[in-house]
């Protein structure tokens, strides 16, 4: 199974941006889609982005226009840049192995706290 170390979190006011990363494990980084989640305080989980192994992508519409989903396949790498942060985007965010039945966690997630 695909370990991930989610890292990059922190405390930004509103407005500010953030790049989170997650480093994988193994050698299957490069054929696999991934995808960025998040879970805020008393709410469930919810999908952020995700990118397919060819770099294909697609947003939630929360945050369509100011976060960016990449890929280093080279360093088993994915990125999650947020831009123009909000109050509501205060969760903490999880990358995900993303296949047809659903996302596959396998980090601690990183916490992002947007102050207003």
């Known amino acids: 199974q695909v370990q991930f170390v989610e890292s990059g979190g922190g405390l930004v006011q509103s407005g500010g941006s953030l790049r989170l990363s997650c480093a994988a494990s193994?050698?299957?980084?490069?054929?696999?889609?991934m995808g960025w989640y998040r879970q805020a305080p008393g709410k469930q989980r919810e999908f952020v982005a995700r990118?397919?192994?060819?770099?294909?992508?697609n947003y939630a519409d929360s945050v369509k226009g100011r976060f960016t989903i990449s890929r280093d396949n080279a360093k088993n790498t994915l990125y999650l840049e947020m831009n123009s942060l909000k109050p509501e985007d205060t969760a903490v965010y999880y990358c995900?192995?993303?296949?047809?039945?659903?996302?596959?966690?396998g980090g601690q997630g990183t916490q992002v706290t947007v102050s207003s």
């Open positions: 990118i397919s192994s060819g770099g294909i992508t």
């Open positions: 995900a192995r993303v296949r047809s039945w659903g996302p596959t966690f």
């Open positions: 193994g050698n299957i980084f490069s054929n696999i889609a």
